[in-house]
């Protein structure tokens, strides 16, 4: 689950993690009114706007500007409230439709009074699969695209890897700050800001923090300028509060409903949307849809429940892309039965009423071959399968 920049940077200042401070609005009076209350509390003279949606690049796009008085400020709220943004991490990228601009974030001008002292770093935090353990990733050159600079600059990339049994130590953040080029007062206010920093990671069940800038200021303090924030969902009933900053305007709509009814649910791009019982199952099943000559459209398991209103509800939500020519329904019948399944789909099918794209079912395991018979008998328009290597050509020929 992704967080906005307003709530990440909240996340981190409850972990003693230096912030921009700011204050969002939802409107252009609002965005006048937290600039003046910045003003007052901060003491800043430029307040910043900053779109607050679930990508990178805000800037690229035109959603990010700086407002050097109220009147700015007001100007600048209106053009990028309301406003799709289009970045390169939107949907469809720079060419694409954008996301619609709901909230805003009018922060302080960190890098006052004296610009040309600042100095801008990348930091963030992950977890390496490979190694099963946390990772720091930071490097000198912040501000700019990470991707980049790994690129061109691979040297400029450092990575500092936490042994899960020991935790973050001491020797490790003066390590990173060291390799910062830092020293004296900028030096242990980073190693502060990195422990911090990893507390948060830790205790919020993180999958990812990226503070991009991390700034030095020309006093030497280390503050979060921007932060990215990705939460790992399955530790969410850990975290209530958290939990609760989720903004489903932010998410795919049809992976939302899906989600409200207990299916797993992930969009993709192709032609074959397939309806399945397991994400194993639902692996390979894309893997036949793409050796076919289809793509897949969608990662959809219902779980071990496939009944008839289980079954009708995955279709629906399936049939909402319009690039879908094709259903592939594999299902195996370990816990759920294959003549249930079977007759769901059948319930489904004569309920909706407006299925017009042809669907392939394949029926493994428990009363299969009752499914089958189901199926057969019907007079439904209908095509099953026992064999994996059957529901592969079915999916092939329907595509022809």
Sequence with gaps: MNLHEYQGKELLKSFGVP???????????????????????????????????????????GGVKIGKSAKEVKQYAGDILGMMLKTPQTPGGMDGAGKLVRKILIAQDSYAPDFDACKEFYVSILMDRGRKQNVIIYSTEGGMDIEHVAE???????????DPTLGLQGFQTRKIAFNLGLSGTAMKNMTKFIANLYKAFVSSDASLFEINPTL???????IAVDCKVSLDENALFRHPDLAALRDTDEEDPTEVEAKAVGLNYVQLDGNVGCMVNGAGLAMATMDIIKLSGGEPANFLDVGGTA????????????????????????????????????QGVVDAYKNMGNIKVPIIVRLQGTNADIAKKIIDESGLEVMSATLLKEAAAAVKKVLK
């Design 19 to 61: 912030i921009q401070e700011g204050i969002v609005a939802t409107s252009v009076s609002g965005a006048v009114k937290a600039f003046k209350q910045l003003q007052k509390e901060t003491g800043t003279k430029w307040g910043v706007i900053k779109a607050q949606i679930h990508a990178g690049g805000r800037g690229k796009g």
């Design 152 to 162: 061109v600059t691979p040297h400029l990339v450092h990575k500092e890897y936490i």
């Design 216 to 222: 030095k200021t020309g006093d030497d303090r280390i």
């Design 307 to 342: 009944d008839a209103a289980r079954v009708e509800q995955a279709f629906r939500i399936i049939l909402k892309d319009p690039k879908v020519k094709a259903i592939l329904i594999n299902i195996f019948g370990g816990i759920v039965r294959c003549d249930r399944v079977a």
